[in-house]
């Protein structure tokens, strides 16, 4: 089936029970059993849920891997694959990454004994140089946030595969519909479903697709083990959102590209950060890896201030002030204050992520009142 078909009908079967079209929402914390340990597949809702499974069963088919399991959130997902790591392990990543992986990282998991590497991981020489018999795990951001840095894939992979090293790819900004990192040879996929899947800014959800069953058994028992679990409704609209997934990630991305070249041309804007720009780094990788250059644009101020991006943040009307992304209105962001408020300032500044850097989300308005909005408010 094609990706346009798979959103609507990939593990999905109408309801036995009744023929519903929609999968049910089974809110339901326990199943009766026939006899002790005799039951219809399911126990326990921590463990297995109808409506979970066929979530997992569509999230698999998207990202074309064998299985996927499900979170109470993107980061709970993470949460669960760095405990596939042991005390001593490390682990490689870029250093443009979202703050709160950074956090987990750092703050919680290095305290047990798992060491993060940050780099530059289209440095190839770096990333020889700093793989060692202790890393288990590179984890990748691409396109990253905020600075929309793309990393080529196959070269990480390529590399990881030849020194027996898992790789988990974020590919939260990309979305199925633009990326599928499990072709290109990674081993898992990860997703803040909160995101672009489910769409609409209702719900917080995580996943992680992945190449073989084997590494999904693993997970689904970390899934169970900590509880993690995303509620029946959740899934339930995640599902519902991603039967529209390549409708609204193509008009967002078509929408960005436009307001792209209008930032670029706007005199008080210093910098755009967006892939789909011929003369951006790594163009020519976005090009062959994604097959469109995302929703997501960054840009910072010819007055780099964290006061100047304050009065653009302050004068949008479409563009809502908020945390997030993906969903079909559009949002403005302040990173350093916002989500990559974890990040030291030194390393932020290292990597471009400027006072007056301005993080937009493109939804799914018409275009020219999208424009319009940020030209009364860049004045």
């Given at each position: 089936?094609?990706?346009?078909t798979?959103?609507?009908?990939?593990?999905?079967?109408?309801?036995?029970?009744?023929?519903?079209?929609?999968?049910?929402i089974?809110?339901?914390?326990t199943?009766?059993?026939?006899?002790?340990?005799?039951?219809?597949?399911?126990?326990?809702?921590?463990t297995?849920?109808?409506?979970?499974?066929?979530?997992?069963?569509?999230l698999?088919?998207?990202?074309?891997?064998?299985?996927?399991?499900?979170?109470?959130?993107?980061?709970?997902a993470?949460?669960?694959?760095?405990?596939?790591?042991?005390?001593?392990?490390?682990?490689?990543?870029?250093?443009?990454l979202?703050g709160?992986?950074?956090?987990?990282?750092?703050?919680?998991?290095?305290?047990?004994?798992?060491?993060?590497?940050?780099?530059?991981?289209?440095?190839?020489?770096?990333?020889?140089?700093?793989?060692?018999?202790r890393t288990?795990?590179?984890?990748?951001?691409t396109?990253?946030?905020?600075m929309?840095?793309?990393?080529?894939?196959k070269?990480?992979?390529?590399?990881?595969?030849?020194?027996?090293i898992?790789?988990c790819?974020?590919?939260?900004f990309?979305?199925?519909?633009?990326?599928?990192?499990?072709?290109?040879?990674?081993d898992?996929?990860?997703?803040?479903?909160?995101?672009?899947?489910?769409?609409?800014?209702?719900?917080?959800?995580?996943?992680?697709?992945?190449?073989?069953?084997?590494?999904?058994?693993?997970?689904?028992?970390?899934?169970?083990?900590?509880?993690?679990?995303?509620?029946?409704?959740?899934?339930?609209l995640?599902?519902r959102?991603?039967?529209?997934?390549?409708?609204?990630?193509?008009?967002?991305?078509d929408?960005?590209?436009?307001?792209?070249?209008y930032?670029k041309k706007?005199?008080?804007?210093?910098?755009?950060?967006?892939?789909?720009?011929?003369?951006?780094?790594?163009h020519?990788?976005?090009?062959?890896?994604?097959?469109?250059?995302?929703?997501?644009?960054?840009?910072?101020?010819k007055?780099?201030?964290k006061?100047?991006?304050?009065?653009?943040?302050?004068?949008?009307?479409?563009?809502?002030?908020?945390?997030?992304?993906?969903?079909?209105?559009?949002?403005?962001?302040?990173p350093?204050?916002?989500?990559?408020?974890?990040?030291?300032?030194?390393?932020?500044?290292?990597?471009?992520?400027?006072?007056?850097?301005?993080?937009?989300?493109?939804?799914?308005?018409?275009?020219?009142?999208?424009?319009?909005?940020?030209?009364?408010?860049?004045?």
């Amino acid at each position: 089936m094609k990706f346009e078909t798979r959103v609507i009908h990939a593990g999905i079967e109408p309801d036995p029970s009744t023929g519903a079209i929609m999968t049910p929402i089974y809110q339901t914390s326990t199943y009766v059993q026939d006899a002790p340990g005799k039951h219809k597949g399911y126990e326990y809702a921590r463990t297995q849920n109808p409506t979970r499974s066929v979530l997992e069963a569509n999230l698999a088919s998207l990202e074309n891997g064998q299985a996927a399991v499900s979170f109470s959130s993107g980061l709970a997902a993470m949460d669960a694959v760095l405990k596939l790591l042991e005390p001593g392990d490390e682990i490689i990543s870029t250093y443009e990454l979202y703050g709160g992986s950074y956090r987990q990282m750092v703050q919680v998991f290095a305290k047990y004994g798992i060491k993060p590497h940050f780099i530059d991981l289209n440095d190839k020489t770096a990333l020889n140089d700093t793989i060692n018999d202790r890393t288990r795990l590179i984890w990748v951001e691409t396109p990253t946030n905020p600075m929309l840095t793309i990393i080529d894939l196959k070269h990480v992979c390529s590399v990881a595969q030849k020194h027996g090293i898992m790789t988990c790819v974020d590919n939260t900004f990309a979305s199925p519909y633009l990326q599928n990192p499990l072709d290109l040879g990674a081993d898992m996929v990860h997703h803040s479903a909160t995101k672009y899947l489910a769409g609409h800014s209702d719900v917080i959800l995580g996943a992680v697709i992945c190449k073989k069953k084997e590494m999904a058994e693993k997970l689904h028992f970390i899934q169970n083990a900590s509880g993690a679990v995303p509620g029946p409704q959740d899934c339930f609209l995640t599902l519902r959102g991603i039967k529209t997934l390549h409708l609204r990630m193509q008009r967002a991305c078509d929408n960005a590209m436009e307001i792209a070249a209008y930032l670029k041309k706007n005199r008080k804007v210093d910098k755009v950060f967006y892939p789909g720009f011929k003369d951006f780094p790594n163009h020519l990788v976005a090009k062959r890896q994604m097959s469109h250059y995302g929703a997501m644009i960054s840009f910072n101020l010819k007055t780099d201030t964290k006061r100047a991006a304050n009065k653009v943040l302050n004068r949008t009307k479409l563009f809502s002030l908020a945390e997030s992304l993906g969903g079909v209105e559009s949002l403005i962001g302040h990173p350093a204050s916002m989500t990559h408020a974890s990040i030291p300032k030194k390393d932020r500044l290292s990597i471009g992520l400027t006072d007056s850097l301005i993080r937009l989300s493109v939804g799914v308005e018409h275009v020219d009142d999208l424009i319009k909005d940020l030209r009364s408010a860049i004045t």
